[in-house]
């Protein structure tokens, strides 16, 4: 699998291999569909569109629609847990989390994102939707859901019950006080280290928890969209900052776990 990338586009699925120090589209599928994610674990595969979820049993060479029980077709972000496959994911627009088990014949809905999203008016600034679901992270029965804008969710027993984490409101409305997260959560990671910490490029700056999501401290002032950290070691932070929605955007790197100061994010 190492030699193969899958690549969602808004006209189907690529696929490529690498040949050297190249890599070559070799195959495509589901032309015509526009794919918004795309995972794989082994032989497992999820794909998300905006019509629906696909799935793959044989390592992507061959994919069925598999729908049943998702009323918001449009997948915003799907994942394989990355340490137990059995355990399958999808995160939509409008706003809600879907979660299957290896041998269930539908995918179960999370009421509880639903409650939180029609109570707490989550919206989205580029569509007429209640929010999404755009992005998870694992650490074990530890999972963290990205809300665009929304929040940050969080499930202790593999995503068979969600709430709010205890350091974001929900309440997209509301400015954050000192010591919580901002509401517009582009994208979450955790670290192998521990499920305590936890990282969170946001509409309103780079936030980091030590806590499991209780307490968090803004540790970059500016509009961010996706991170990286290092598995093997937890200062070492790759992070995509911008000056604003659609200008400025770069890629800036921290050794100290972004200590506050000009030092600590260099490009």
């Known amino acids: 699998m190492k030699n193969r990338m899958f690549m969602a586009t808004q006209s189907g699925l690529k696929i490529f291999e690498r040949i050297k120090d190249f890599w070559e589209e070799r195959d495509h599928a589901l032309t015509g569909l ?3 994610a795309v995972d794989l674990n082994g032989d497992k595969g999820i794909l998300g569109t905006t019509e629906g979820v696909y799935i793959s049993k044989d390592g992507g060479e061959n994919w069925l629609l598999d729908s049943k029980g998702i009323d918001t077709p449009h997948a915003r972000w799907v994942r394989i ?3 137990d496959p059995r ?3 999808v995160g939509t627009e409008p706003a809600n989390i879907y979660s299957k088990m290896e041998d269930d014949d539908q995918w179960q809905k999370s009421e509880r994102v639903s409650q939180l999203r029609d109570q707490n008016d989550w919206f989205m600034p580029y569509s ?5 679901v755009r992005g998870f992270a694992f650490h074990k029965q530890y999972i963290f859901a990205s809300v665009e804008v929304g929040g940050l969710l969080f499930s202790n027993d593999y995503g068979a019950t ?5 350091g974001s409101t929900g309440k997209p409305h509301q400015e954050p006080l000192a010591g919580q997260i901002h509401p517009d959560v582009h994208s979450v990671q955790t670290h192998p280290s521990s499920p305590e910490y936890v990282l969170a490029p946001t509409g309103g ?8 999501g209780l307490t968090w401290e803004q540790k970059y002032d500016c509009y961010c969209r996706a991170v990286w950290v290092d ?8 992070l995509g900052p911008a000056d604003g929605v659609s200008s400025g955007g770069r890629i800036e790197r921290s050794i100290d776990g972004g200590k506050p100061g000009s030092p600590s994010w260099r490009i």
């Open 162 to 166: 969600w709430d709010l984490v205890q």
């Open 231 to 238: 598995p093997t070691n937890g200062l070492q932070i790759v």
């Open 128 to 132: 007429p939707n209640p929010g999404c």
């Open 34 to 36: 526009d794919i918004t």
């Open 81 to 83: 847990h990355p340490h």
């Open 87 to 89: 355990y399958t994911f």
């Open 205 to 212: 700056g780079f936030f980091i928890s030590q806590d499991g």
